[in-house]
């Protein structure tokens, strides 16, 4: 039988053991605490990382399709300007023989009108 001495022995050496407990309890706690704020700050930087690398992607696309679309227009307008030399060079052409064409006919309306003042003069 247990005397009141042991009794209370026992209690106070499991508040001893209670209050050790919870002291390592703490402790783990405070150490998962501790693991868990360091792996979330690890995977926010990770995370910052690869939403850096992506945007800087995505900025190096949006620049590319920038100079396509600059350079697209570039050729378009190139290809407009060319069209338009080339139309006006066919204008001028058009205009030279139609030139020609009428100074030919002048010509020709000239010497007939020769010729008839002629043919009324010997008559």
Known sequence: MKTYGSFFEDIEQRR??????????MAR???KTAQS???????IASDQESIAKDQ???DAKKQEAIERRKAAQAA?????????KEQAMKD???QDLA???EE??????????????AQAEKD
Do not use: C, G
């Not at 360091?38 to 995977?43: L, Y």
């Not at 002048?106 to 010497?111: A, C, H, L, R, S």
């Open 76 to 84: 378009r307008e190139k290809e407009k300007e060319d069209k338009e």
């Open 99 to 101: 030139n020609e064409r």
């Open 16 to 25: 001893i053991q209670l209050a050790q407990r919870k002291q390592e309890q």
């Open 37 to 43: 704020t360091s792996d979330t700050k690890n995977r």
């Open 92 to 94: 001028e052409i058009r």
């Open 29 to 31: 706690l405070k150490q």
């Open 104 to 117: 030919r006919r002048k010509d020709i309306e000239k010497k007939r009108m020769e010729k008839e003042r």
């Open 56 to 58: 800087a992607e995505f």
